[in-house]
C-alpha cells in the first residue's frame, strides 16, 4: 500500500502507467493535430512542418496581406463600433451637448422633441445612434445639405456631448426595456403584415424581425428605436433605402431589407412605429 | 441517518418539481417550432422558453439530483451519518436561492440568452448572479464528498473504498474540474460586463472558457446513471457486479477523459487553429473507452443475474432477466437510448463530419437522446429505488413505474428521431419559427409533427412520474428495507493506493488540462480580441449616460 503513495515516483506501475498513457496521447494527438492535418490545404501547396505547426495553432502563414494590389475601398460609413468609438460616445457631456442643441431646436423642436414630421424626434434616441448619423453627415456618408453643414461644425466630442443631451430627454423615444411580456399573435401566423414584419419577419425574401434591432424587445448597436418617431419620416428612409439614396447602414441591411419591402408594407410600418401629424401634435408639443 | 434522509429527499424534490415545468416548457417549443398552431405564438417567448427550459434541465435538475444522490450514497455505502450536515443545508439554501433568482429573471424576459449565455449577448447581472449561487453552492457538496471520503479513509487504513463512494467522489471531483470553466467565465467576464464596470467582452476567451464546461458537465449528469449500472443493476437484477476493478477504472478514466474535450463545441468558430481543435477531437474518443468497458461491465454483470435466475443458452439470459423490476427495465431502455445517440455523437465529435450536422436539429436530437433519455431514465429508475428506502414507504405499483418508463423511452425515441433527420436536412436548431410555406422548410413539416406527438407522449410520461412519487411519499409506511450495494463477484480485500484515492489522476489530469486548453486560452492574453458587449433588453443609452 504505502509503495503506491508515491505517486509523482516512476519506480510505482500505476503512476507510470497513467503518465505513460497521458504522454502517448499527447505525442500521438500533437503529431496528427500539427504534423499531418495542418500540413494540407486544399487550395495550396502543403506547407513545411514549422509552417504546418503556426497553421495549426491558427497563426498560419494565410494571415498575411495579400500581396496583390487591393481595389480602393468604398464604405457606407467610418464608423466603426470598436472600443475606442464606445469610449468616446460614453465620454459625452450633456451639459455641454445642451448648449450645442440650441441649434437643432429649430428643426428638431425643443429638448429633441420634433413637431414637424419631416424632422426626426431625437430625444431618448440611443447614443450611439446619433453620434453615427452626425459623423456620417459630416463626412458625407448620408447625404443632406443642412445636417452636412452642422454636422461639419461639430467636433467628435461635440457629437458625443449632444449625444449624451438628446438621449436623456425625457417624452420622446423609449427605452427598449419592459416590451418582453409574451403576447400571442408575434408569428409568421399573424395575419396583419405590420406586426407579422416586426416580430417574425419574412423569412422567405430574407428578412429578419424588424423588432430584433429596433425594438419592442430587441436592441442593436446603433439601430434606433422607432416607436414614436413620424410615421412619415420612417416611410420616407425605407423608400430611401429602398432606392439607394440614403447607403450609410453599415452592413447594408437596411437597403437589403427596404428594397424588398411593398408600398403597403412599408405603410404598415409606419402605422405600426409610428405617430401621424394628428397625433404628434397633441403628443409632442412641450408644455 | 434520519438527516442524510431529509437530506436527500429535499433534493430528489426540488429536482423534480423543476423537472415538471421543464417538461411542459419543452413541449410547447416543440409546438411552436412545429407547423400546428400554439398558444401564446411569441418568438421573444420561444427564447425565454429555450432559456429556462435548458438553465433548468441542464443546471438545476441535475445538479440538485447528484446532490442529493451524492449525500445518499455517502450514508448509505459508508455505513455512517454524513459529516458536515450542516454546511449541506447551507448548501441547499445557495443553491435554492440561486435557482429561484434565475427563474424570475428569466421569467421577466432580462436573459433571453439560452443556457449556454454565449456573449457579446449579455443578460442581466442578476441571471449570471444566479447562475454563479448555484454553481458556487453545488462546490460546498463537492467539498463535502471529498471530505467525507479522506474522513472514512483515516478511519480504515489500508480497506478500500467502497465503490459507491468511490464513484460519487470521481463525480464531484468531476464537477468541481467542469464547473471551474463557467465560474472563471462568470467572474472574470459576464458579471463584470452585465455590471457595467467593463464595456468589451472577449467572446472567444468566454466561448473556449465555457467550453470547459460545456461537455465535461454531460459526464458529470451521466455520473449518476452510471454508479446506478454499476452499484444498483446488478443488485436489483438478483446477481452481482461482474468486476469491482473495472469500476474503479471506469470512474478514473471518466475523470480524467471527459475534461480536455470540449472544444469539440468549437468546431466551426474562428478563434481556434485546426491543429489544437483536432487533438481535443482525438481526445474526445477516448471517452469512449470508459463507456463501452461499462457496456461490457453491465451486459456481464446482467448475464450473471440472468443465468442465476434459471436463464439457458446464448441469449437466453436476457428473457430470465427480471424485466418488471423498474431499475432492470430502466438499464435496458437506457443502454439502447445510449447506443443510438452516442453512434450520433461520433458524428459530432469528428472534426470533419460535424460540419454536416454543426448547430442542426441533429445536435438537439443527440443530447436529448444521451442526457434527456439515457440518463435521465435512470433518474427516474433511481427514484424509485431510493424513495421507498428514504421514506420507508413503498412504490403503489411497479407496474405503473414501469409503464411511466416505457411511455418515456418511446416518447424520446418519437422525438428524436426526427429531429437527427431534419438535422440532416439542415434544419437549425435554436430557431423560433420556421416559414412552412416555403416548399424546402415544408418537405420538413411532416417530420416536426411527429416529433411533438412524441413531445407529448414525454409530457404524460412527466406528469406521471410526480404522481407515482407523490403516491408513494402519502401512503402508509411499511418498509424499512436500507439499501444495498451490488457486490462484485469477487469483492476487493485491498486495492492498490492509486485507485483507491484521485491524487495521482488530478495530477495528470491537471497536465492533460494544461497541453489541451494551455494553449487555446493562454492565446487571448496577446490577442486584442474584445468587442462591444450588448444587453438583450437594453439599449446603449445606458452605457451612454454611465
Keep these: 500500500m504505502r509503495r503506491d503513495r508515491e505517486t509523482f515516483k516512476v519506480h510505482n506501475p500505476w503512476p507510470t502507467i497513467g503518465w505513460g498513457m497521458l504522454a502517448g496521447v499527447a505525442a500521438v494527438s500533437a503529431v496528427l493535430g500539427f504534423g499531418v492535418l495542418s500540413r494540407y490545404q486544399e487550395n495550396g501547396p502543403t506547407l513545411d512542418l514549422w509552417n504546418a505547426i503556426c497553421r495549426g495553432l491558427g497563426i498560419g502563414a494565410d494571415t498575411a496581406p495579400a500581396a496583390a494590389a487591393q481595389p480602393t475601398l468604398h464604405t457606407p460609413s467610418q464608423i466603426a463600433w470598436t472600443p475606442a468609438t464606445l469610449d468616446q460616445i460614453a465620454s459625452g457631456n450633456a451639459e455641454h451637448g445642451s448648449a450645442i442643441a440650441m441649434n437643432c431646436a429649430g428643426c428638431h423642436g425643443n429638448g429633441g422633441l420634433s413637431v414637424q414630421t419631416q424632422f426626426p424626434t431625437l430625444a431618448g434616441m440611443d447614443t450611439a445612434v446619433i453620434y453615427k448619423q452626425l459623423d456620417d453627415y459630416r463626412s458625407g456618408k448620408r447625404v443632406s445639405q443642412v445636417m452636412g453643414a452642422m454636422a461639419q461644425a461639430l467636433s467628435a466630442q461635440d457629437s458625443a456631448d449632444v449625444a449624451a443631451y438628446f438621449a436623456t430627454q425625457p417624452g420622446g423615444l423609449p427605452a427598449l426595456s419592459g416590451y418582453r411580456i409574451p403576447k400571442s399573435g408575434r408569428s409568421l401566423r399573424e395575419s396583419d403584415p405590420g406586426k407579422r414584419l416586426v416580430y417574425a419577419g419574412a423569412p422567405q425574401r430574407g428578412i429578419p424581425p424588424c423588432s430584433a434591432c429596433h425594438g419592442p424587445g430587441g436592441f442593436k448597436l446603433g439601430a434606433p428605436a422607432l416607436q414614436g418617431q413620424h410615421a412619415t419620416y420612417i416611410e420616407r428612409q425605407l423608400g430611401e433605402f429602398a432606392q439607394g439614396r440614403r447607403a450609410n447602414d453599415i452592413f447594408e441591411q437596411m437597403r437589403a431589407i427596404a428594397k424588398q419591402l411593398t408600398e403597403e408594407e412599408m405603410r404598415a410600418l409606419g402605422a405600426f412605429y409610428g405617430i401621424r401629424d394628428s397625433q404628434s401634435a397633441a403628443a409632442l408639443t412641450p408644455p | ?546
Design chain 2, 1 to 546: 441517518m434520519q438527516n442524510t434522509s431529509r437530506l436527500a429527499l429535499y433534493h430528489y424534490w426540488v429536482a423534480f418539481a423543476t423537472f415538471l415545468p421543464a417538461v411542459v416548457l419543452g413541449a410547447w417549443q416543440m409546438l411552436m417550432r412545429s407547423p400546428l398552431p400554439a398558444p401564446l405564438d411569441d418568438p421573444s417567448a420561444y427564447y425565454v422558453s429555450v432559456t429556462l427550459h435548458g438553465s433548468v434541465m441542464a443546471y438545476v435538475v441535475t445538479t440538485f439530483f447528484a446532490m442529493g444522490f451524492g449525500y445518499a450514497v455517502t450514508a448509505t455505502s459508508l455505513e455512517r451519518p454524513i459529516r458536515g450536515g450542516a454546511a449541506a443545508w447551507i448548501g441547499f439554501a445557495i443553491c435554492l436561492l440561486g435557482t429561484a433568482i434565475v427563474a424570475v429573471i428569466v421569467l421577466a424576459g432580462r436573459a433571453s440568452v439560452l443556457y449556454t449565455f454565449y456573449p457579446p449577448l449579455l443578460a442581466s447581472a442578476w441571471y449570471y448572479l444566479g447562475a454563479l449561487l448555484l454553481f458556487g453552492g453545488s462546490m460546498i457538496w463537492v467539498v463535502l464528498m471529498i471530505y467525507n471520503m479522506a474522513a472514512w479513509k483515516r478511519d480504515n487504513p489500508g480497506k478500500p473504498v467502497p465503490l459507491p463512494m468511490f464513484a460519487i467522489t470521481a463525480t464531484a471531483l468531476l464537477w468541481a474540474w467542469s464547473a471551474s470553466g463557467t465560474i472563471i467565465e462568470l467572474l472574470g467576464l459576464l458579471l463584470p460586463a452585465a455590471l457595467g464596470l467593463t464595456t468589451q467582452i472577449d467572446a472567444g476567451l468566454a466561448r473556449t472558457l465555457f467550453s470547459v464546461t460545456l461537455h465535461s458537465i454531460v459526464y458529470f449528469w451521466l455520473m449518476p446513471a452510471y454508479i446506478a449500472f454499476y452499484t444498483l443493476v446488478p443488485q436489483a437484477a438478483g446477481g452481482r457486479l461482474y468486476s469491482d476493478m473495472m469500476g474503479r477504472l471506469t470512474f478514473i478514466m471518466f475523470l480524467v477523459f471527459s475534461l480536455p474535450v470540449g472544444m469539440h463545441h468549437l468546431f466551426a468558430d474562428p478563434e481556434h487553429g485546426a491543429g489544437l481543435k483536432f487533438i481535443q477531437s482525438f481526445l474526445t474518443f477516448f471517452v469512449a473507452l470508459p463507456t463501452l468497458l461499462t457496456v461490457f461491465s453491465i451486459c456481464a454483470s446482467l448475464e450473471i443475474a440472468g443465468r442465476a435466475r434459471g436463464g439457458r443458452g446464448l441469449l437466453g439470459w436476457i428473457a430470465g432477466l427480471p424485466w418488471k423490476e423498474p431499475m432492470v427495465l430502466a438499464v435496458g431502455l437506457s443502454l439502447v437510448m445510449l447506443g443510438l445517440g452516442g453512434f450520433g455523437g461520433l458524428i459530432n465529435m469528428s472534426y470533419a463530419m460535424n460540419s454536416m450536422i454543426h448547430n442542426t436539429s441533429w445536435v438537439t436530437a443527440h443530447f436529448h437522446l444521451i442526457f434527456g433519455g439515457a440518463v435521465v431514465i435512470m433518474y427516474f429508475a433511481i427514484a424509485y429505488e431510493m424513495w421507498p428506502r428514504i421514506t420507508g414507504k413503498p412504490l403503489r405499483s411497479k407496474t405503473l413505474a414501469c409503464v411511466q418508463l416505457w411511455l418515456w423511452f418511446v416518447g424520446m425515441i418519437v422525438t428524436t428521431i426526427p429531429w437527427h433527420i431534419t438535422g440532416l436536412m439542415g434544419q437549425p436548431r435554436r430557431v423560433a419559427v420556421f416559414d412552412y410555406r416555403d416548399p424546402f422548410v415544408a418537405s420538413m413539416g411532416p417530420l416536426v409533427v411527429v416529433s411533438v406527438v412524441g413531445g407529448v407522449i414525454m409530457l404524460i410520461s412527466a406528469i406521471m412520474l410526480i404522481v407515482i412519487l407523490v403516491r408513494s411519499q402519502l401512503g402508509e409506511r411499511r418498509l424499512e428495507a436500507p439499501l444495498r450495494y451490488a457486490l462484485a463477484l469477487n469483492p476487493p480485500k485491498t486495492v492498490p493506493a492509486s485507485l483507491n484515492g484521485f491524487a495521482l489522476w488530478n495530477a495528470v489530469l491537471a497536465v492533460l488540462m494544461l497541453f489541451a486548453y494551455g494553449y487555446p486560452i493562454g492565446q487571448f492574453f496577446v490577442l486584442k480580441s474584445k468587442v462591444p458587449a450588448y444587453e438583450v433588453t437594453r439599449p446603449s443609452t445606458v452605457v451612454g449616460a454611465r
